[in-house]
T-cell receptor, first 113, second 113 residues
């Protein structure tokens, strides 16, 4: 069974640009959660999608958005990039949103110059 | 507000010694607690998931205990090997939250040959 995949693996952008990251969950998983990992803040929850609906959202500005498609694949978008958005972005998939093991992808390393 | 703490932040042991990693959380209203391993620059690998109704979970050389009432979990790794060197993270899923894991800052482990 294939694991969670994320594309691209690395991105370099400049301030003010926007970026879209993609996540394909494990087959049969309908919940996708996104996290930001930085050395200073650790792992922080961005949002969670289940059956194309956002069911939970962390404390991030509106520049961070996401969506989920009917095949459970998910994308997150960051607009008007800031230097502080440089981070490892991880997505995780699980069968459902509650009380299920989460499996993580390899992450997308975003560098904002 | 749930807070997850991992002590110590770093640990160095000689090969063959048993590892004991601690995780504490402030709110006992959780569905489960999950232990992960992260290698530098990589995604998270799920090690063990303990449901809130369980006291412990075992997988090979790994054993994790959970005391929900006192807000503590301990991960034991028997007979450590250099390949166990990594950062270990614990995370809890609260009962009032869809798809969100609350992470500790992690314990960085070095096993010396």
């Amino acid at each position: 069974k294939a694991g969670v995949t994320q594309t691209p693996r690395y991105l370099i952008k400049t301030r003010g640009q926007q970026v879209t990251l993609s996540c394909s969950p494990i087959s049969g998983h309908r919940s996708v959660s996104w996290y930001q990992q930085t050395p200073g803040q650790g792992l922080q929850f961005l949002f969670e999608y289940f059956s194309e609906t956002q069911r939970n959202k962390g404390n991030f500005p509106g520049r961070f958005s996401g969506r989920q498609f009917s095949n459970s694949r998910s994308e997150m978008n960051v607009s008007t990039l800031e230097l502080g958005d440089s981070a490892l972005y991880l997505c995780a998939s699980s069968l459902d949103s509650r009380n299920n093991e989460q499996f993580f992808g390899p992450g997308t390393r975003l560098t904002v110059l | 507000k749930q807070e997850v703490t991992q002590i110590p932040a770093a640990l160095s042991v000689p090969e063959g010694e048993n590892l004991v990693l601690n995780c504490s959380f402030t709110d006992s209203a959780i569905y489960n607690l999950q232990w992960f391993r992260q290698d530098p620059g990589k995604g998270l690998t799920s090690l063990l998931l303990i449901q809130s109704s369980q006291r412990e979970q075992t997988s090979g050389r790994l054993n994790a205990s959970l005391d929900k009432s006192s807000g503590r979990s301990t991960l034991y790794i028997a007979a450590s090997q250099p390949g166990d060197s990594a950062t270990y993270l614990c995370a809890v899923q609260a009962t009032d939250s869809w798809g969100k894991l609350q992470f500790g800052a992690g314990t960085q482990v070095v096993v010396t040959p």
